[in-house]
């Protein structure tokens, strides 16, 4: 597979650092709004937020196929419907028109000013609209953990594991843009040895390190994908932070999984990373038990490496990174998760999200969640500023940062971020 | 509350049956498409639906306040978010025109041509954009049975039951009207005293017998609902057939909840019947034990006296009523449900399905599925042309029916089906 935009050596006329997740390869989508207040989708590039209904207006797409009102939307779900073909027409035409030897909008300075903003005067939006959320526990060391950790089936993996990806249906209205502020949520808590529970705010709210892919319409009602059609589905990529209520999930979750411990809120971060752009970056999957043959994947190299790293940011500022992990360590690949998803017939739909799970790397030190990190809370984590940490305070701020890395090009997620405030007073 | 359009004493000048699930007080709405293949919102009156959008295009709505388009849409969801005020307003002046003594349509034949339509003539649609879709387990009949079913916990309910609405989220992608075939789904299944699953068609594909209800948008992100203001965002109800694959369920259920085993499909009826048309038949909820107080309601009557009778219909036409069941067999209250929901901060929309749970009632003969019924295939059931059931067989088609009724008004549902087609030959 050949992708012009995806090419290493170009440049663009805009200014990109060298340490950017967004040079001219990249070329994500998003949803943002100017400060006049128009909504738009677009892209980015550097430090510069490109809008494509202008662009598309004044006629830069012009030999592409697009309907009119293709990018004045307020979520990406039409465009990602309209499929690969126009996602590619469309990445390669910005690409060419950015390149730094087109002076087409170059030299267009009465466009340049309707067209590219500082990315820090626009306000990003969710990009899609999303229809069902589903979530999987595609990490081994993850689910490993948290069996060892509650002695489940004396510390190892249930039966299914590893017969299936394992997911389960999250809340979709709940899902929040990078930047919104996460109050701490009220529940049902049972304390320890004790046989009633009580009703308050989660003493042990965390954080959940995934990544998500967002689908295009994929397949009708009553028809499975196969697994090796799969990524011709996905669009592309965000940073997930799945937030958690540890005490509510440990009380609600039998028989029915987590349900109020999740549903408060799920950050993901503003820009789409195509799934076109992470090409370069694909790698060997880790292997696998031998599967049913609707999970058997023809080509080996079914994951990317992306690294992921989190930090938490103290109210005083201090910058921690408290996990080093990275995508590739996931068990189960997208297109598994999609398969089996859609084996049953369930259908999918433009701007469906689907979570990872927490991903955690082999080392406790690399795990994506503070219930991993603390130990449940036996091994409180000590920060920067001497202050420890087993749950999330008040006032931290969770930024969640993802990119790959060769020797010739950087693509990344920008930061998925969402700071903790306090529960709000109840009526 | 004093709603005028639920006047016991109200005729239309349509004609309806006694039996109908449709008089004059009812005035559901739905979505459908007429043989003009124009997409409308429409009400039922007997056998007659209704155009709401020529209805209103043609000035019926006068001293109504409401835009130009509320009813030329193919979802409910506007209407909805338009609040409990416009639907009471809408439900009144329907009323008022189709009452007796108003000749204003009724002498208008032209009008009475573009408005009014044999139901048999249109098709009804899904009359909601589902945003999200909860299913709660609130039956403690049938939560009862499952447990001793499985011997989970000895035989009785996990000790959170009783002190919160448990619930999951469910799959809104595939929720389908009435009348959508269902095709037998494929899945992972564990033979018995096996340890390795097998690939195949579900072998314990099953109905569950429920209701749900939608909602209008209820509150911000972050903020909970209180119990007793829940019900001032419930529009109505449909009946729910949470189709559910057992064999699928048993194995994937650890430690998640079910899945695959259910998301290949949900059906709901198509015609929502408003919680104000349904208020003459609340009724006193079931004794509850001690609660927190986010749960607590001032008052007793939060339940509806709703007959739910189940239906299974052979291939050669044989009608078998297999399942008499009651909405007010719920043990947790509507409200509850929609505070449990939202206490965590969970934000509600319109067009938000919340189903009860299979409604089981205190005998095995009333329980709400065939998992039930067959006491998980132990006791097949024996249908009137002497075949025999444990699960549903292809060509069987489930009908659910709800209505409430009195001495003066009877209040339905419509009916809820689905029949099953054979597994599809996968590629």
Chains 1, 2 share one sequence.
């Not at 027409?89 to 060419?96: A, G, T």
């Not at 843009?177 to 009633?196: D, H, W």
């Amino acid at each position: 597979m050949k992708i012009k935009a995806n090419n290493p050596e170009l440049k663009s006329w805009l200014d990109v650092d060298k340490q950017s997740d967004f040079p001219i390869q990249n070329i994500p989508f998003g949803v943002f709004i100017t400060k006049d207040d128009i909504i738009t989708i677009g892209t980015r590039i550097g430090e510069y937020a490109i809008d494509l209904g202008a662009f598309h207006q004044l006629g830069y797409f012009d030999d592409v196929p697009l309907t009119d009102d293709m990018f004045m939307q307020d979520s990406l779900n039409d465009f990602i419907a309209d499929g690969r073909k126009t996602w590619r027409l469309v990445r390669n035409k910005i690409s060419e028109v950015f390149e730094i030897n087109n002076s087409k909008l170059k030299d267009n300075a009465k466009h340049k000013e309707v067209i590219i903003f500082d990315v820090n005067e626009v306000e990003m939006l969710l990009p899609i609209d999303i229809g069902d959320f589903t979530d999987f526990i595609s990490s081994k060391n993850h689910a490993q953990n948290v069996a060892k950790m509650f002695n489940l089936k004396n510390g190892t993996l249930e039966s299914n594991w590893h017969h299936m990806p394992l997911g389960f249906n999250e809340r979709a209205s709940s899902v929040v843009v990078s930047g919104t502020p996460i109050k701490r949520p009220y529940g049902q808590i049972l304390p320890e040895n004790a046989t009633t529970p009580v009703f308050g705010a989660s003493e042990k709210l965390d954080m959940e390190v995934e990544t998500a892919f967002i689908t295009t319409a994929a397949n009708h009602f009553g028809e499975p994908i196969p697994v090796n059609e799969a990524e011709e589905y996905i669009f592309g990529l965000v940073l997930l932070n799945d937030w958690s209520s540890r005490d509510v999930q440990r009380w609600e979750s039998k028989p029915l999984g987590p349900f109020s411990s999740k549903s408060f809120a799920s950050t993901v971060s503003p820009w789409i990373v195509t799934l076109d752009a992470l090409e370069p970056f694909r790698c060997e999957s880790p292997k696998q038990e031998t599967l049913l043959p609707y999970l058997q994947q023809e080509n080996t190299k079914n994951t990317f490496n992306i690294t992921l790293n989190t930090y938490l940011e103290t109210e005083n500022g201090d910058l921690n990174l408290i996990s080093a992990s990275n995508f590739k360590n996931i068990y189960w690949s997208m297109s598994q998760q999609l398969a089996h998803q859609t084996i049953n017939g369930c259908n999918v739909r433009a701007g469906d999200l689907f979570g990872s799970g927490t991903i955690s790397g082999a080392n406790i030190e690399s795990s994506g969640s503070l219930l991993e990190l603390s130990w449940n809370g036996e091994n409180p984590i000590t920060l920067n500023d001497k202050t420890q940490r087993t749950f999330l305070n008040d006032g931290d701020n969770v930024i969640l940062r993802g990119f790959c890395e060769n020797e010739k090009v950087r693509i990344g997620f920008g930061k998925c971020t969402g700071k903790i405030k306090p529960a709000i007073d109840l009526k």
